[in-house]
């Protein structure tokens, strides 16, 4: 699925925005999300550490947090950004998190820290994914809806 020009930029330069946000007094490693709903909302996400190292949560999943919060479950696209100047991509968690809320051909858009990139094209070194992609033979709701032998017969 492609995005139209404009949703695609503007994700991008919300998820830019989203990461100056970002609260990473530990790791310095500041990252940015902008996930776009069905209904046409973009919700800004960005990882919020915690000095119970434990309490953080990525910038990924703060923003589909965020939005189902706020009602939203059905998403088009996320796009992701740092600071360092490759297409960075979700970590183990966000990958199932975003699995659980979106189709597996949504596309994750992996935005380097120095977009639009010189001499990279109209694509300005944006790497596009795909949530099933970026988690293949995965495990999602449906997975548990799957007929199952009696409990008692694994023992
Ligand atoms: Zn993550």
Do not use: W
């Not at 070194?125 to 795909?130: A, I, K, L, S």
């Amino acid at each position: 699925m492609s995005l139209p020009i404009e949703s695609r930029e503007e994700l991008i330069q919300t998820a830019i925005k989203a990461k100056s946000y970002a609260y990473a007094p530990y790791s310095k490693f500041r990252v940015g999300a902008a996930l776009l709903c069905a209904d046409g909302t973009v919700i800004k996400g960005c990882n919020v550490e915690n000095a119970s190292y434990g309490g953080a949560i990525c910038a990924e999943r703060t923003a589909i947090v965020k939005a189902v919060s706020e009602g939203k479950k059905d998403f088009i696209a996320i796009a992701v950004t740092t600071d360092v100047p490759a297409t960075l991509s979700p970590c183990g968690i966000c990958r199932q998190v975003l699995r659980e809320f979106c189709h597996l051909d949504t596309p994750v858009l992996l935005v380097p820290a120095d977009y639009p990139q010189e001499g990279a094209g109209e694509e300005g070194g944006v790497r596009v994914e795909t949530v099933g992609g970026l988690l293949p033979l995965s495990f999602g709701p449906e997975d548990l809806e799957q007929p199952r032998l009696p409990a008692d017969l694994g023992k």
